[in-house]
Nanobody, 116 residues
Framework: QVQLVESGGALVQAGGSLRLSCAGS????????IAWYRQAPGKQREFVAR???????NYADSVKGRFTISRDNAKNTVYLQMNSLKPEDTAVYYC??????????WGQGTQVTVSS
């Protein structure tokens, strides 16, 4: 079974930047499509960005032009570069594979807080 650990969250001012990391271990042969999600207090988890093993990407409209997803396959790590952060980006951010998401298996996530 693959394991994913998120890191890099912090408290930042509006307009600032952060880079989140998603490190995979275990059965990393299962790593194909990796996606970032976020969940704000009182709201459901929402899709943010995804990337395939070949580098194809997709983004939610709310983050297009500000966030960039990338991966380092040699390190089994996926990144989310977050620029021009807004208070509305405040949430717990999670990464996951398609299989784990469909199995309702999620990690602890990493907290991103953007102050005004």
């Amino acid at each position: 079974q693959v394991q994913l650990v998120e890191s890099g969250g912090a408290l930042v001012q509006a307009g600032g930047s952060l880079r989140l990391s998603c490190a995979g271990s275990g059965s990393t042969s299962s790593l194909n499509v990796i996606a970032w999600y976020r969940q704000a207090p009182g709201k459901q988890r929402e899709f943010v960005a995804r990337i395939t093993s070949g580098g194809g990407t997709n983004y939610a409209d709310s983050v297009k032009g500000r966030f960039t997803i990338s991966r380092d396959n040699a390190k089994n790590t996926v990144y989310l570069q977050m620029n021009s952060l807004k208070p509305e980006d405040t949430a717990v951010y999670y990464c996951n594979t398609l299989d784990l998401a469909r199995a309702s298996k999620w990690g602890q996530g990493t907290q991103v807080t953007v102050s005004s």
